[in-house]
């Protein structure tokens, strides 16, 4: 049963220069207790998308579709109605954990006012539920911790308190969006565990954004690749790494640099730059950058699907796969 | 100067920059001193590219910058083909400037938004060859451009009209116009995108190779550093815990804290990292730099623990293969990948 489905999703900025098409037309679905990972370039629209999920979208953006949680399609409703979705059962955790918190205010009360507004706590209980939040993300002396500024706190900690934050009201759904880009390798994944440690405790969906399949390979169930506003490729964790169909993914797993292989090569770059999303190339718009790139890819490339649900958007047929349209019915 | 080809090029000795900050009230006033970088040494000779590894506020971008004179060191002496960069006097040292370049890390924000590409690249030249002759300035440029992979005809283009890949060429260009002997890039590739960080790492080590640079790279990360470097040096808390050579660092590092940083690279492949044993990862934060731990700086987070950790500062010493290491246990650990 799908926590979270989204169909048909579009969003469109209004800008000097002309419509910016950000996401053109997306289809996916988050089961509960699942981790989808959204993984794709700067510009690929991966941000947008969840941010109009959450109604999130600068004033210039307008999203059309459909992003149903549960029985409510998030898109229709008021933002007074969105406002109790949020932080409540949609939590979302951005990428800088340094602007992301009030720097006049100390933790305490950054922390204890989302539950005092959603769960209509009491002072008390909601400072107590705010420390053992602090110590479920492993803040040490969380009783103490609590009365500092975010200043005080290294931008690990900053970070282990967002996702706190993000957990105080027991969301069903996490939206993480790069959480550990800023930060660390070290800390980095010291994170990754602890959101993958949290999921297992809770049962609660995650979404998490990212343009680094690496960071992902160890918690996530399913990945979605995103190229343009489209989705490219979207299967299973094992089925993007080991089997991965479209030439993008190909390019994106190729250019991470490892350290368990050897290094005496050039590492592989994707060739070319993002397209320009004022005007999208025709056809597939990954086919400037694209090794494999042929006369068909002119034409508007068909989804392909597996009898198993790995799904690519390219010429190139996938094994055992047939031609489905955007919701993955068979067309 | 020395005329020998194979002798280093920047000789750093002993640097260190210490900045102070005041606190408290106005009665009782503390000065407190952090050692951002704490008595770092390390050759470069001509051609070579030496990686520098640390998690942020290990001191790396301070060291960058004090070997450029950015910042003033405390104490400790920058050779700089024979001539100590830190006695010399501004005017004589902005001549040196025209030999050593940097980039930047932030390739958005460290391009004028006013400025065109063209104008970008070609402002060292007008500063340091003012009567160079326009066209002579604009060929170059074009060459530039055509050199770091954009075309000669977006000379006239914005920053905002570029990617973020496409600006951080833009800074290389602008770094190399004045055909420099070494060049410092400060995490060049860290605000980009997976796909498009091995572009500019390949472009820079085409680049160096071609034009014979001495290169510094400066990463947090040692993934990204191992396919440029010929050798790295990994800081932790301003100093410098083990500088080797890069297949040796690999594959067997000498400090466990080197260990440490490789263990946190995830590697795209699932069933390896589902497998990992969360133990192998670094814990807890880098301890407070103006109230560093005794002994070694590492030691309260280090699995290798004794004693003699806590106690005694380990020197920077140098092992039988010509590697360096900060650690009083280097030769009984085994810490190989």
Same mark, same amino acid.
């Given at each position: ?11 469109r900025?209004d ?33 947008? !998308?969840v ?15 459909v992003?149903? %949680? ?18 409540r059962? /949609?939590?979302?955790? %951005? ?24 769960q209509? #706590? ?13 110590r ?13 500024y ?15 934050m993000?957990?105080?009201c027991?969301?069903?759904?996490? /939206?993480?969006?790069e959480?550990?880009t ?12 602890l ?12 979404? !998490? ?6 960071v ?27 089997e ?9 797993l ?6 368990d ?8 770059? /994707? ?20 090794v ?9 490339p068909?989804?392909?699907?597996d009898?198993? $649900?790995?799904?690519?958007?390219c ?6 796969g047939?031609?489905?349209d955007d ?5 | ?8 090029v920047?000789?750093?000795?002993d640097l260190? =920059?210490h %900045? ?14 952090l ?13 070579e ?7 942020? $506020? ?7 910058r004090?070997?450029? $004179?950015?910042?003033k ?15 010399l ?9 025209k030999?050593?370049?940097?980039? %930047? ?8 938004p ?5 104008? /970008?690249?070609a ?7 003012p ?9 170059r440029?074009?060459g ?12 006239n283009?914005?920053p ?8 951080q060429?833009i ?6 116009? !004045? ?6 890039c400060?995490?060049p590739?860290s ?7 091995a572009?500019?790492?390949?472009l ?14 400066v ?6 550093v ?22 040796? #660092? ?18 795209p ?6 497998g990992?044993?969360?133990?192998s990862?670094?814990k ?10 005794k002994?070694?700086v590492?030691?309260?987070r280090?699995?290798y623990? =004794? ?19 900060a650690c ?10």
């Open positions: 049963m799908a926590l979270l489905n989204v169909k048909n999703l579009r969003v900025f800008t000097p220069e002309g419509d910016v098409h950000a996401v053109n037309g997306i289809d996916f679905h988050v089961n509960q207790g699942e981790t989808l990972a959204i993984v794709g370039e700067s510009g690929s629209g991966k941000s947008q !998308l941010m109009a999920i959450m109604g999130l979208l600068a004033e210039n953006g307008e999203a059309e579709g992003a149903e %949680f549960r029985d409510v399609d998030l898109m229709q409703l008021s933002s007074h109605d969105l406002n109790k979705v949020r932080g059962e /949609i939590a979302m955790i %951005f990428q800088d954990p340094m602007t992301s918190l009030n720097p006049f205010l100390t933790i305490e009360q950054q922390m204890t006012e989302v539950v005092m507004h959603h209509k #706590l009491g002072k008390r209980e909601a400072h107590q539920h705010a420390v053992e939040m602090l479920a993300v492993r803040i040490p002396d969380p009783e103490e911790r609590i009365r500092q975010p200043h005080e706190y290294s931008g690990g900690m900053r970070q282990r308190v967002m996702i706190a993000g957990l105080l027991e969301p069903d759904l996490l /939206i993480a969006d959480p550990t800023a930060l660390d390798v070290t800390v980095q994944a010291q994170i990754t565990h959101i993958g440690e949290l999921r297992d405790k809770t049962q609660m969906a995650i979404i !998490l954004i990212t343009h680094d399949l690496a992902v390979a160890g918690i996530c169930d399913r990945i979605v690749v995103m190229y343009a506003g489209k989705m490219v490729e979207c299967g299973t964790v094992d089925e993007i790494f080991y991965p169909q479209h030439p993008y993914t190909r390019g994106l190729a250019s991470v640099p490892r350290l292989r050897d290094a005496e090569m050039d590492l592989h770059a /994707i060739p070319g730059n993002p397209p320009n999303l004022l005007s999208l190339p025709t056809g597939c718009s990954f086919r400037d950058r694209c494999e790139a042929q006369e068909a890819c002119r034409q508007v068909p989804l392909w699907r009898e198993k $649900g790995h799904m690519s958007r010429v190139n047929k996938i094994p055992g047939q031609i489905v919701q993955g019915e068979p067309a | 100067m020395s005329t020998d080809v194979s002798a280093p920047l000789r750093v000795q260190a =920059v %900045f102070t900050s005041e606190s408290g009230s106005f009665l009782h006033r503390k000065e407190r001193v050692k951002a970088v704490d008595g770092i040494s390390f050759d470069l000779n001509p051609g590219t030496l990686g520098i590894v640390g998690e942020s $506020g290990s001191g790396k971008s301070t060291l960058a004090a070997i450029l $004179g950015l910042v060191p405390h104490r400790g002496r920058v050779l700089w083909m024979g001539d100590d960069l830190t006695k006097e501004p005017d004589q040292m902005r001549q040196k400037r030999e050593m370049q940097i980039v %930047f890390q932030d390739p958005i924000a460290s391009l004028n006013r400025m065109t590409a063209g104008a /970008i690249i402002e060292p030249l007008w500063t340091f060859y009567q160079m002759d326009r066209v002579q300035v604009e060929e440029t074009r530039m451009l055509k050199m770091v992979g954009l075309l000669p005809n977006q000379i283009r914005y905002h009209e570029f990617s973020g890949g496409q600006c060429r800074g290389i260009a602008r770094s190399l116009v !004045l055909n420099p002997k070494l060049l410092i400060d995490e590739v605000a980009l995108d997976v796909s498009i960080q572009q500019i790492i390949n820079l080590k085409d680049l160096q190779q071609k034009l014979g640079l001495a290169l510094i790279f990463a947090h990360d040692l993934s990204i191992r396919h440029i470097s010929d050798r790295v040096m990994v800081m932790y808390m301003g100093r410098s815990m083990e500088v080797a050579e890069k297949t040796a #660092l690999y594959r067997r590092p000498l400090h466990p804290y080197t260990r440490a940083l490789m263990k946190s690279v995830p590697v492949d699932p069933r390896r990292e589902r990992l044993q969360q133990d990862w670094l807890g934060d880098m301890p407070s730099p103006y109230n560093p731990p002994g070694c590492f030691h309260n280090c699995p623990l =004794v004693k003699r950790c806590q106690a005694d500062v380990p020197a920077l010493r140098r092992l039988e293969n010509g590697d360096w290491v009083h246990r280097a030769e009984e650990l085994d810490l190989s990948i």
